[in-house]
């Protein structure tokens, strides 16, 4: 059975970093694209950032890139590194794996496009 975790979610000042992490167990990540999604109180869940399977370049929402880093080490962990956080960034923070599609050319922002969720971390930056 494949399983996500995701950890390293806290309360932390507006400026502050976070690093959060995803391990995956039961299936190794190798071959499919991982995705990190995020969804506020009262809001719907939406896309941050995504990689492809062999790692690289990630795409990123509009609303972190330059702010967030995404990687990967393929096989177990999917990272997400938080800076210079806002009040808005506030949320419950996801990562998604895509287990459909082997190897593909994209990545998708689509939260329908991923099928393996962790349990989420909760991110609160206060102001």
């Known amino acids: 059975q494949i399983q996500l975790v995701e950890s390293g979610g806290g309360l932390v000042q507006a400026g502050d970093s976070l690093r959060l992490s995803c391990a995956a167990s039961?299936?190794?990540?190798?071959?499919?694209?991982m995705g990190w999604f995020r969804q506020a109180p009262g809001k719907e869940r939406e896309f941050v950032a995504a990689?492809?399977?062999?790692?690289?370049?990630a795409d990123y929402a509009d609303s972190v890139r330059g702010r967030f880093t995404m990687s990967r080490d393929n096989a177990k962990w999917t990272y997400l590194q938080m800076n210079s956080l806002k009040p808005e960034d506030t949320a419950d923070y996801y990562c998604?794996?895509?287990?459909?599609?082997?190897?593909?050319?994209?990545?998708?922002?689509?939260?329908?496009?991923?099928?393996?969720w962790g349990q989420g971390t909760q991110v609160t930056v206060a102001s």
């Open positions: 998604a794996a895509d287990f459909t599609r082997w190897r593909p050319v994209t990545v998708r922002r689509g939260v329908s496009e991923y099928n393996i």
């Open positions: 039961g299936r190794t990540l190798l071959n499919y694209p």
């Open positions: 990689m492809g399977w062999s790692g690289g370049s």
